[in-house]
């Protein structure tokens, strides 16, 4: 329950290396590489007056993921999961979280569990929920945290702060609550505390890692980067944790990753470390097919991968 107890909304990613969706036509559900869409986003809810060891988890067309008894397949142990509003929101749209080391399971009221599925289709991305005997480690998944719930408790004892008579005396140490050590005490007037709340707002909303805009050379090695591409959060620090993380999101396999040149606008390999400070990032892909290129500009056009002659 660890992994939701703090989180607004949540992106679930599969043992695939694939983020959970909610598809357009509001019913179903599929897994796709691309985590940056606002199909791969739920929101996260927490059931009142019931156990307290389950959430709702709502699409971005206000459906909730659920679970239901009807076969995905015929001759196939999996139940379908869909995204459903249904009149009474029972226990088919709960899910217990079931903490594994550093991932969790989707519990169902069946006793099964959300399954993220993988071979040849239709079977290839689609969302169950089952007890596996082989796959294991299909029911395991990542949560990423994508807005975190407001913390009021510092917030609320601004209004009860006392006239300026408390202000002249010394201040009594107030215990701040949340994740910090409960033997961490701290103590400050009114207009310091706002400040400092300010700050500690600033720092939980603050994304972690660096942003990554990425750019895919097509089979002839032209690219068009005047468009901003697709992106994802990068929280590694090195040129090969980025090279595997696009090769990730791609799907490409020995991969070259380049940067334009801003003086010249000519495409450059990438092969220092990355910008400091986590600065954003416009990075270009480069297949393996195009390995022994060289990286030039076309004025007023696309970037091109030119090929070498031999």
């Not at 694939?18 to 199909?39: D, E, I, M």
């Not at 070259?256 to 000519?266: A, F």
Request: aromatic residues 8%.
């Amino acid at each position: 329950m660890e992994f939701f107890e703090k989180a607004k909304s949540v992106r679930l990613k599969s043992h695939h290396g694939k983020f959970l969706h909610a598809n357009s036509n509001q019913q179903t559900v599929h897994q796709h590489r691309h985590g940056t869409s606002k199909t791969a986003k739920w929101t996260v809810e927490f059931p009142e007056g019931i156990n307290n060891n389950v959430v709702r988890l709502n699409s971005c067309y206000g459906k909730y993921l659920m679970a239901t008894d009807e076969q995905f397949l015929l001759g196939v142990t999996g139940l379908k999961v869909v995204q459903s509003l249904p009149k009474n929101l029972d226990s088919s749209i709960e899910w217990e979280p079931v903490k594994v080391g550093s991932l969790v399971k989707l519990k169902t009221r069946y006793g099964k569990f959300l399954r993220a599925n993988s071979g040849l289709p239709p079977f290839r991305n689609s969302i169950t929920h089952d007890v596996p005997y082989r796959h294991q480690d299909w029911i395991l998944w990542e949560v990423d945290i994508v807005e975190l719930l407001p913390d009021v408790t510092i917030i609320t004892t601004i209004p009860h702060f006392q006239a300026s008579k408390e202000l002249l005396s010394e201040p009594k140490p107030e215990l701040l609550d949340g994740d910090l050590s409960s033997s961490f005490r701290l103590t400050f007037s009114r207009s310091s505390k706002i400040h400092n709340q300010s700050k500690f707002d600033a720092a939980m909303t603050k994304p972690e890692g660096r942003l990554i805009y990425y750019y895919v050379a097509d089979e002839k090695g032209t690219v068009n980067d005047a468009v901003k591409g697709p992106s994802f959060q990068f929280k590694g620090q090195g040129l090969e944790e980025l090279t595997q993380k696009l090769e990730e999101e791609t799907g490409l396999k020995n991969i070259t990753l380049c940067l334009r040149n801003k003086i010249n606008g000519n495409l450059c390999p990438l092969k220092l470390e990355l910008p400091p400070n986590n600065a954003t990032m416009h990075v270009v892909v480069v297949p393996s097919s195009s390995k022994d290129s060289t990286y030039v500009n076309v004025p007023n056009a696309p970037a091109q991968v030119i090929r070498k002659t031999h």
